[in-house]
């Protein structure tokens, strides 16, 4: 199970640090976050494999980390200069295991 949190509004410009806590072990696993837009389909957002290398979608890439922290079973996702257009529900998965959702709000 993992629960995300951290999701709120903000301004554009600002910064929001979304995290996701995991029940079990998160060490081995591939894991990120992704974001789903009303009426579209979940898009990934950033990726952690277990080898450590860090994938991002090229809208978020220098603007957006992913970090995990295997000693708190935590998966944090650090957003700077966030804009209108990051404006979503995030889901954090670890494995298979899905989150329920968290909303970003950016306003202009």
């Known amino acids: 199970q993992v629960v995300e949190s951290g999701g709120g509004s903000v301004q554009a410009g600002g910064s929001l640090r979304l995290s996701c806590a995991a029940s079990?072990?998160?060490?081995?696993?591939?894991m990120g976050w992704y974001r789903q837009y009303p009426g579209s389909q979940r898009e990934m957002v950033a990726h952690?494999?277990?080898?450590?290398?860090?994938y991002y979608a090229d809208s978020v890439r220098g603007r957006f980390t992913i970090a995990a922290d295997n000693a708190k079973n935590t998966l944090d996702l650090q957003m700077n200069n966030l804009k209108v257009e990051d404006t979503a529900v995030y889901y954090c998965?670890?494995?298979?295991?899905w989150g329920q959702g968290t909303q970003v709000t950016v306003s202009s």
């Open positions: 079990e072990t998160i060490s081995g696993y591939d």
């Open positions: 952690l494999i277990s080898t450590g290398t860090k």
């Open positions: 998965v670890v494995g298979w295991s």
